[in-house]
């Protein structure tokens, strides 16, 4: 843009020149710490799954080899497949409620709060436990959900229940819940974000020609909110794939995922069984992720 | 949509809102308040006295395993991933701005390196340096691997930012005789300053409270996380809600600090 300017502007002096294939170099230059770190510790390490999947082990170390039996194993065994089908179970009613809640509240924030400073602040309010630790979120349901926790209390005190629900704490209900807490944020920023942008005119327009709320809604405001609930599904759908420690800690071990079986083969110290997961998970949230990628254009949307 | 009267719509969403904020909010308060649980107090309410006896509990070395050490170690964690962050974001933001080789390709990396699930990166990590021959620890292979985490958010962020830039003030500088690291120093570092600061407060909480990526890359000594999931399954005493408690109110403070940075930063650039 602005280099390319300046080369149609800038005569071929020598000290020009010079300046010219500097200014050629240095895109280069700039990107080449982020190149360096992302193939040292993204590609390389990724390469080496693949590369150990093939591998042979047994309890104390690893043979490099070409088998495939680390495939067929996991993908042979019906326990693989039910803990795939779980995993993609999570994904969508995660995926499903957090995009209700998130343009619900962003479509708050961005058309019902009318200065900029209150945006801002409320949507601070929102942001915050996003930069607090997950696993203190997590256990903060403890005191809430378990069975002597404020809900069974007041459910017993009321008179509503019995006796405290035990479904409410160490259950896929529980699992849920907490990735809703978690992960909600990650729909709300860019579904916000996208909301921002929309010309307000085009709202007025709407209105001019006769439509009302919910056609507004429903034929301008969610069309052109698409990109940003795409971004968000492809956060919230690939932290719920990867998910093994709010899975492991809110079901009390009564339910499992993908990366929870990746976990246990790693601290068993079976690298190669645990590579061969790694890379069809990988597959398959790349899968996903290029599938969202063909509805919105991130660069565009940055 | 503004100077309308407000209608049910409204009051409707907000009640939602409202709602929101609670459900984000309320389980934290509850730690927060059963951390000051009396010494012969349980998980859960009600709360039997208060004291602060949990929190000296904390810092008795035996209770929790090693509360000191791993925070210092995923402080200095978090400053480093923090710098590395802001510093190699930046340049990459920059080098977006013009095409080259492989521009693509490399924001793609970017973008896939925010997709890939963090316990493949851990477990690749481990590995690799495991057959290489290196001794995983927090200050290289995790520190490496939580980059991973914190870089594409840093880029994007940066990318998003130099694509509302106008380059109008850097022809302004220039045009005025600026030399290109003049105009970087005086007009464009001012004006980016806010989005650094943003950037630099991903990458510090980010790794301070990055657990997955950590698992296999950690080496011998814990990093704050790691030590906070092992109390998960061993520890029963409000010391856990403790720990919670000071690790929040640390985070809490951190943003606190970064926010009150960019506000001044706003107001001294208001002034000048």
Known sequence: MSATAEHSIAEPTPGMKRRVSLARLAPYLQAAPLTLILGAFLVAPILMIVVVSFWDYDFARLYPDFVTYNYTETLGSWVTWKTYLNTLKFSAIVWALTLCIGFWVAYFLAFHIRTTAMQIVLFLVCTVPFLTSNIIRMISWIPVLGRNGLINAALVESGLVPAPLEWLLYSEFAVVLAMVHLYTLFMVVPIFNTLMRIDRSLIEAARDAGANGWQILWNVIIPLAKPGMAIGTIFVVTLVMADFITVQVMSGGQSASVALIMKNQMSLLQYPAAAANAVVLLVLVLLLVAGILRVVDIRKEL | ?272
Not at chain 2, 56 to 70: C, Y
Not at chain 2, 184 to 206: C, E, N
């Open chain 2, 1 to 272: 949509m503004d100077h309308e009267k407000r209608t049910g719509g409204f009051y409707l969403l907000a009640a939602f809102f409202i709602l929101f904020v609670l459900f984000l909010y309320g389980p934290l308060s509850a730690v927060l308040i059963l951390s000051f649980q009396g010494p012969s107090g349980g998980l859960t309410f009600p709360l039997n006295g208060m004291s602060l006896h949990w929190f000296a509990n904390l810092f008795e070395q035996q209770a929790v395993g090693d509360f000191g050490g791993s925070f210092r170690r995923s402080f200095i964690l978090g400053l480093m991933v923090m710098s590395v962050t802001v510093f190699v974001s930046l340049l990459a933001g920059l080098a977006f701005r013009r095409r080259f080789f492989g521009s693509t390709a490399l924001f793609y990396v970017a973008v896939a390196s925010l997709v890939v699930p963090s316990i493949i990166i851990s477990l690749g990590i481990g590995v690799m340096f495991q057959q290489i021959g290196f001794r995983p620890s927090w200050y290289t292979s995790a520190f490496g691997a939580h980059l991973t985490w914190t870089l594409p958010f840093g880029v994007l962020i940066m990318f998003a930012v130099f694509n509302r830039f106008s380059p109008a003030y850097e022809e302004a500088a220039r045009d005025l005789g600026a030399a290109p690291w003049q105009t970087f120093r005086h007009v464009v570092l001012p004006m980016i300053a806010p989005s650094l600061i943003g950037v630099g407060l991903f990458g510090f909480t980010l790794s301070y409270d990055e657990f997955a990526r950590s698992l296999m890359t950690a080496g011998t000594y814990n990093t704050l996380p790691l030590e906070i999931y092992g109390m998960t399954t061993n520890v029963t005493t409000p010391v856990l809600y403790a720990l919670g408690t000071v690790t929040t109110v640390f985070s809490l403070l951190v943003i606190l600090a970064t926010l009150g940075g960019i506000v001044y930063l706003g107001r001294r650039r208001a002034r000048g």
